[in-house]
């Protein structure tokens, strides 16, 4: 089995080799039968991103830099997966929020499972999370808005900690129009229109303490509301 795991990164100076290296020794002990590779996705950083992750490629083998010209966390992940060819595509964001202990439940989901897609998840059970009152408060009215709205059964579609198989990658990714924050709930609900096997793992999750958040919660939350609305129409027209 292949893997392939993007960090998607915008300005992650502070965090960016910690985090890398962190989970470069969790595979290395951990994903002991596959060979894999660990893609920095740098989204057009200004800082000294780009500089600590070409440093990382020529001292690990499975470190691999790629530069993506146009902003968005959507679009730098899209165009890392295009670029490398694998049978596990997965992607995590740069803090690791998710804990690594959720990633070989959602590499065997499809390795072993036969599924085409894993998505972490903080509403299942047996997850952990730790956030604020007013991240959750926003997270169950996405989830709530996203019942009303698509009717997924998806209980947590914007976990930014997830994997698919080459056919996903092959049929959906280049239907997926978002190219921020709202790329993988499209990529899942357009994955679960057209039937595909999705797995959802509980997760352990934790929000980053001493760093500010480059989220806003009242923006990003009406973005999510458009963007529902929007892709609910060409599921209609489709």
Partial sequence: MNLI???PAFNEEKIIKESVLRVHHYLKQNITQSTWQIIIADNKSTDLTSYIAKSLEQDYQHIKYLFVE????????KKAWQKFDADIYCFMDADLATDLSSLPPLVDAI?????????GSRFMKGSQVKRSLLRKL???GYFVATRIIVK???KDLPCGFK????KVVDHILPQVQNNEWFFDSELVLLAEQKN???KEVPVKWSEPVNRISRVQ???LSWSYFKNLRQLKKRLKNR
Wanted: net charge positive.
């Fill in 163 to 166: 994997a698919v198989n080459k």
């Fill in 5 to 7: 795991i993007v960090i």
């Fill in 70 to 77: 146009e902003k968005g966390k959507g679009i730098a992940i």
């Fill in 111 to 119: 390795n072993q499972g036969g599924y085409d897609m894993a998505v």
């Fill in 196 to 198: 595909y096997k999705i």
């Fill in 152 to 154: 997924t059964k998806i």
């Fill in 217 to 219: 919660p009242l923006a």
């Fill in 138 to 140: 926003f997270s169950f």
